[in-house]
């Protein structure tokens, strides 16, 4: 059986991306719309500690947050052959930028 998702989220912001991607994978996910007031919440809060959207609670009831982080989730979840090698671009890039940041902390 296919995992239950559920994407906390608000028009108009970071949740766009998630959004597209599920449309584009066609995958069954439930979308759960946040007024702003919403993030502080002390629900939200429990699901993403800064109170952001978007957050993807996975079946077992962890979240993923970050929507780079959500849409590599989602490819995981739902693999394609054809988009492989873009999997690993942007696994590449990341760990590339994640490594110039830590060097410019170093370095002051
Ligand atoms: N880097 C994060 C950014 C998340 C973020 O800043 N979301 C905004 C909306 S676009 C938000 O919820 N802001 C509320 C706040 O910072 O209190 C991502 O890509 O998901």
């Not at 998702?5 to 991607?21: A, G, H, I, K």
């Not at 939200?44 to 609670?57: I, Q, S």
């Not at 780079?68 to 590449?92: T, Y």
């Amino acid at each position: 059986m296919r995992p239950v998702l559920r994407l906390y989220y608000m028009p108009r912001t970071r949740s766009s991306r998630v959004l597209w991607l599920l449309s584009e994978i066609d995958a069954p996910c439930e979308l759960v719309k946040l007024a702003p007031e919403q993030r502080q919440s002390v629900e939200h809060l429990a699901r993403h500690p800064l109170g952001r959207v978007p957050a993807l609670e996975l079946d077992d009831g962890t979240v993923v947050f970050e929507s780079a982080a959500i849409c590599l989730q989602l490819a995981d979840l739902h693999p394609r052959p054809e988009h492989d090698r873009q999997r690993r671009d942007v696994r590449q890039l990341e760990r590339d930028v994640a490594g110039e940041a830590r060097i410019h902390e170093t370095r002051g």
